[in-house]
Antibody
């Protein structure tokens, strides 16, 4: 069955870099896109970026200067790196599988990240 | 970016009732609208895509419709497990954008 699971540190120091991993199973990264979406506590959803099945990426313009998404297809993993973290980056980060028409049909459980010293 | 204005922000309804949640797109999104359900502490789950197509496994009491740039999610015969926050998302153009959410409470 399709599964996605995020992993990473729960606490990051201000101005440091966040590194998250999305490990997928039940589908191939070369056949499906994987997106990153985040959600501040009690708030709405913000799309961050996508690793396309072909290996290219697109980013939310508001985050583009700080964000990098990569993958390792041999390990079925997609990586997110975001630098210069601030308190407003305290949120739950999700990876999600993108459908053929760019809605999100499967989501990971999410990982809560707190930016604090 | 396409703006999605979702209403109401919250609503309270009784078991067995029917409720409607709406999303207004800032421009034509050509039926490329998805609805998600999110329960506390859980990730969003896809309910409907392409405005009215029901995701596999989703009960038929959930339905989606559209009128111009206005999209609606209707939940019939409310059950206790329907208490959640619902989000719309346009999947017509990049970046994908979401409505602000509707918190549904069961009386």
């Amino acid at each position: 069955q399709v599964q996605l699971k995020e992993s990473g540190p729960g606490l990051v120091q201000p101005s440091e870099t966040l590194s998250l991993t999305c490990t997928v199973s039940g589908f191939s990264l070369t056949s499906y896109n994987v997106h990153w979406v985040r959600q501040p506590p009690g708030k709405g959803l913000e799309w961050m970026g996508v690793m396309w099945s072909g290996g290219s990426t697109d980013y939310n313009s508001a985050l583009k200067s700080r964000l990098s998404i990569s993958r390792d297809t041999s390990k079925n993993q997609v990586f997110l790196k975001m630098n210069s973290l601030q308190s407003e980056d305290t949120t739950t980060y999700y990876c999600a599988r993108g459908s053929y028409n760019n809605y999100f049909d499967y989501w990971g459980q999410g990982v809560m990240v707190t930016v604090s010293s | 970016d396409i703006q999605m204005t979702q209403s109401p922000a919250s609503l309270s309804a009784s078991l067995g009732e029917t409720v409607t949640i709406e999303c207004l797109a800032s421009e034509d999104i050509y039926s490329n609208l998805a609805w998600y359900q999110q329960k506390p502490g859980k990730s969003p789950q896809l309910l409907i895509y392409d405005a009215s197509s029901l995701q596999d496994g989703v009960p038929s009491r959930f339905s989606g419709s559209e009128s111009g740039t206005q999209y609606s999610l209707e939940i019939n015969s409310l059950q206790s497990e329907d208490a959640a926050t619902y989000f719309c998302q346009q999947h017509h153009d990049y970046p994908p954008t979401f409505g602000g959410g509707t918190k549904l409470e069961l009386k």
